[in-house]
């Protein structure tokens, strides 16, 4: 009885290749070109209402719609091919106007019965289905110098309240320097100073210079971090959500980096011009005539650089206390940008306009870009050095016509585009500090349905021919490792659907290169059957001894392998990862396919039976 | 075709010539990387990469000329896959939609161009990546000596470390040489070879292992020369197998993946190689004796920490 398994065995394998075809099932059913519509707030409901208008303007377009489906989120409306689903897009987008979202999106076909059991088709990754890849940089320096300033501003006040005379208050360095104008006051200024700012500053004095330094601790430094990436993630989030985009995804990678994905997403110009624009309001007042030129600025005008205007320095309030904007049109059917201000804003609004009606107050649009400069090293290389800039421009100068609120408007935005792009980085909310794109990459949708189509066929080809050499080389031996080999590939593919794995053009590389091989360890027990065989063993005890000396050679092979694999993951990103966990999670299920699969014919067949010679 | 063929060739007896022909690889790989470094790809360098497809093939000075007539510097342009792919790598900074702007100067001589993929890289996120590839390289390495110490013992730890770098160092040497594209699947793939080829190392390694502690006859030679033998059919028909999946993923795996194929065609050409002749060499040189394999003696047993 040495090539029998008891029942339980032969029972727990067969459990977990019925898992396996199961939750691989998923990714035969093809998917649906869909469109999304959702709601553009979360109050915004997208009822039966919404079904019939759509349904109407697509019959009016000879459009037919295979199915609408009410999703939960949304209406998903499916379409029998892409002309129809892009189509049907701008018709809807058209038709329902700018309370809904309207995305493009591929709908899946499981069945339900699959569908309860939780099994799920894997998700194509971007280089297969198209779509952008944005890796932003949050200025962290800026982000702090930010938090300095205001802590700057604090402290004027805190030390004018307090009848204690400085000189300078400046922040340098990263941190806050006060240069008080009297020693004696020193000692005073630095417990005013320390109890005003709080715990989240270590103070300093240098009695030489008469100069009081406050830095933040490490711990405030690194909250702040954490903060500034935080808003930005929340504004990314809303302004991928007013692009309209299905399975967006937004996530922080590292210290101070974002990751954007837009699957699907044909116009990257405009994803870029929103989500990189990181601009910003400045409201502020028209310097008077004969003003002194320390405390005036001039800016250009945006739509016109040639004509400029000269501004105080001090600033009303800026787009982070806007709290919404929207496009409409003035008497003239102009478009106007509609803006409210949130209590702090509209605070500090009315008490700059009440006693200057009459004058003119300007919006001064900030945007930080980057620009990259090439130099050349002392050992002739080149070198790129990435240099932040900011660029700031008057989008509306105008006068005050009355004392403002709370809400009020901004006319001469440019065209109707321009006031609703506007428009809808004022409503996305600002970004607490500067972010810049450091990578980008756009894979247009046809290059994906070809990088899918290679990726298929290499698989297939590659199988085949590995199906064939295997039935050619063992006989009997081949079709149990080939019997072997499909259900690896079954397994493989259902515990990458299971775990969410998202399918990448390195991870069907990492598939091919699995079956390649995954036949490893059945060749490492064949090899090792037909050796103990040559040696004298009867074919049963060869058998036997085959699969247990290979064991440990298997073992150790492919934990090592195992090992390079792990270390792939944790230092790889994006594409590398994906080719890493396709190469673990192969290796894992080609150990118990190649032993305990094939195991399992070998002992239906042969296990009863009486053999004078080894089948292979 | 399944008769089993026991082979006996010599393979250490040739240890002089196979050591001297990997020491030749590895000095001109070596050379090659210090004289010419890699060539590395846009993921390791940062700048700008635009793919564009015509519906007839283009002339490649032609679009070369007119990007540069455009004010585009430092350009380089070649096929991608196809003759009517075009791929063109920038140096210059990247503006928002640079793209649609190759696209929109191209479109002037033929209207049917098409934007396929347009990359963007930091050079500031290349460095990073460089660091974190060699990093992980040597931490691989680093990882599979202790792993292979612990196993068997550390002569065959510092031979399988030996032989993985000399697989690394030539797969790295033809890259440089030939000066391929190295981007970041490559990279991923010199990391599966290290993996791949570490496995072949091992079957033979604990061949030998075995052998050295079941057989009495035969020197140090002869023991690595017959697990060699032993092994050899199995380390010739799983690098044949993994080879023919390769060649089908570089012959229509698509453009993108090409150098991924590559490498790991090379890497396990050379792996197959330093799994015969290199790994059990250097165990000659280390001087193997059979005494390293004997299981350890129990004599320590009784003063394990106990009064």
Do not use: C
Request: hydrophobic share 45%; aromatic share 6%.
């Amino acid at each position: 009885m040495l090539n029998r398994y008891p029942l339980w065995k032969n029972l727990l394998i067969l459990a977990i290749l019925a898992f396996g075809v199961i939750y691989s099932l998923p990714n035969f059913y093809s998917e649906d070109p869909a469109v999304q519509i959702s709601g553009a707030r979360s109050s915004t409901e997208v009822g039966a209402q919404a079904e019939t208008r759509i349904q109407a303007v697509l019959q009016a377009n000879n459009i037919t719609p295979k199915r609408i489906d009410d999703s939960g989120k949304g209406l998903l409306v499916r379409f029998n091919s892409d002309q129809d689903q892009r189509a049907a897009k701008e018709l809807i987008q058209q038709q329902l106007g700018q309370d809904y979202v309207v995305a493009l999106n591929l709908a899946e076909n499981t069945p339900k019965w699959l569908k309860d059991m939780g099994a799920k088709p894997m998700k194509l990754g971007l280089d297969l289905r198209g779509g952008v890849h944005f890796l932003l940089e949050v200025d962290m320096p800026a982000a702090v110098k930010q938090r300095l300033e205001v802590a700057a501003g604090q402290a004027r006040t805190e030390l004018r309240q307090a009848r204690l005379r400085y000189r300078q208050v400046i922040v340098e360095n990263g941190a806050l320097n006060i240069r008080m104008a009297r020693a004696e006051q020193m000692s005073d200024a630095a417990r005013v100073l320390s109890k005003a700012l709080g715990n989240e500053y270590t103070s300093e004095i240098d009695e030489d210079s008469g100069t009081l330094t406050f830095s933040l601790t490490e711990v405030a430094t690194r909250e702040i971090e954490n903060y500034a990436i935080k808003q930005n993630l929340t504004t990314l989030r809303n302004r991928v959500n007013e692009l309209g985009v299905a399975e967006p995804l937004v996530q922080r990678q590292g210290r101070n980096r974002i990751v954007v994905e837009l699957p699907g997403v044909q116009d990257t110009a405009a994803a870029k011009r929103v989500l990189g624009a990181t601009a910003n309001l400045e409201f502020r007042l028209a310097a008077k005539p004969g003003a002194n030129p320390m405390e005036t600025e001039s800016f250009s005008f945006r739509d016109n650089p040639n004509r400029s205007a000269t501004l105080e320095r001090d600033i009303i309030t800026t787009g982070n206390n806007v709290s919404s904007a929207s496009v409409g049109f003035d008497e003239n059917n102009q478009p106007q940008v509609n803006i409210r201000l949130d209590g702090q804003g509209g605070r500090l609004m009315s008490q700059a306009t009440r006693h200057n009606v009459g004058r003119q107050m300007a919006v001064l649009f900030i945007e930080h870009k980057t620009r990259t400069r090439i130099t050349t090293n002392a050992k002739g290389e080149k070198m790129e050095s990435r240099v932040p800039y900011t660029e700031r421009n008057i989008i509306s100068l105008a006068t005050i016509q009355s004392e403002l609120g709370s809400s009020f408007r901004i006319t001469g935005a440019g065209t109707v585009q321009e006031a609703s792009e506007l428009s809808l980085l004022l409503r996305a909310g600002a970004l607490a500090a500067p972010i810049y794109f450091v990578e980008e990459r756009t894979i247009g949708p046809s290059l994906g349905q070809k990088n899918i189509d290679q990726g298929i066929l290499s698989v297939e080809i590659g199988l085949v021919a590995v199906v064939l050499f295997m039935l050619a080389w063992y006989r009997l031996f081949g079709i149990f490792a080939n019997i072997g080999l499909f259900f690896n590939l079954t397994l493989l593919v259902a515990l990458m659907s299971l775990m969410g794995a998202t399918l990448t053009l390195p991870g069907i590389a990492g598939i091919v290169l699995t079956l390649g091989m995954a036949v490893d360890a059945n060749v490492l027990i064949n090899a090792r059957i037909k050796e103990e065989h040559h040696r004298g063993m009867s074919p049963h005890s060869a058998i036997h001894a085959g699969y247990e000396r290979a064991f440990a050679t298997i073992l150790d092979a492919n934990l090592t392998t195992l090992l390079v694999a792990l270390i792939l993951f944790s230092i790889g990103t994006g594409p590398v990862k994906g080719f890493a966990v396709t190469l673990s999670l192969g290796i894992l299920t080609s150990m118990f396919t190649a032993l305990m699969v094939t195991r399992m014919q070998v002992n239906w067949t042969l296990g009863r039976r009486k053999l004078t010679r080894l089948p292979m | 075709m399944s008769k089993l063929i026991q082979l006996n060739l010599d393979f250490m007896g040739k240890r002089r010539w196979a050591f001297a022909l990997s020491l030749l690889l590895v000095v001109i790989s070596l050379g090659s990387l210090v004289a010419q470094q890699l060539k590395f790809g846009l993921d390791f360098t940062g700048g700008t990469l635009v793919e564009l497809t015509y519906e007839q093939a283009p002339s490649l000075d032609q679009v070369r000329n007119r990007l540069e007539q455009a004010g585009y510097e430092d350009i380089v342009v070649q096929h991608f896959g196809t003759e009517r792919d075009v791929m063109v790598r920038l140096n210059q900074g990247f503006t928002a939609d640079v793209g649609q702007e190759v696209r929109d100067v191209l479109a002037q001589d033929t209207p049917n161009v098409h934007l396929q993929r347009a990359e963007f890289v930091g050079s500031q996120v290349g460095d990073e990546l460089k660091e974190q590839g060699g990093i992980g390289m040597l931490v691989a390495l680093a990882g599979v000596m202790l792993y292979v110490a612990f196993r068997f013992q550390y002569k065959f730890a510092l031979g399988a470390v030996l032989s993985l770098a000399h697989d690394v160092i030539i797969l790295l040497g033809v890259f440089s040489l030939f000066q391929l594209d190295f981007d970041l699947t490559v990279l991923a793939a010199v990391l599966a070879v290290i993996g791949y080829s570490l496995n072949d190392t091992i079957v033979v390694y604990d061949r030998i292992r075995e052998n050295f502690r079941m057989t009495r006859e035969g020197g140090p030679a002869d023991l690595i020369n017959l697990s060699i033998n032993q092994t050899l059919s199995r380390t010739t028909i799983t690098s044949l197998t993994t080879l023919m999946v390769l060649v089908a993923l570089f012959l229509f795996g698509g453009e993108m993946i090409h150098n991924f194929a590559l490498a790991l065609i090379i890497g396990i050409g050379v792996g197959t190689y330093s799994s015969i002749y290199v790994a059990g060499t250097l165990l000659l040189r280390l001087n193997l004796q059979r005494q390293d394999m004997m299981l350890p003696v129990k004599e320590g047993a009784e003063d394990d920490g106990r009064p």
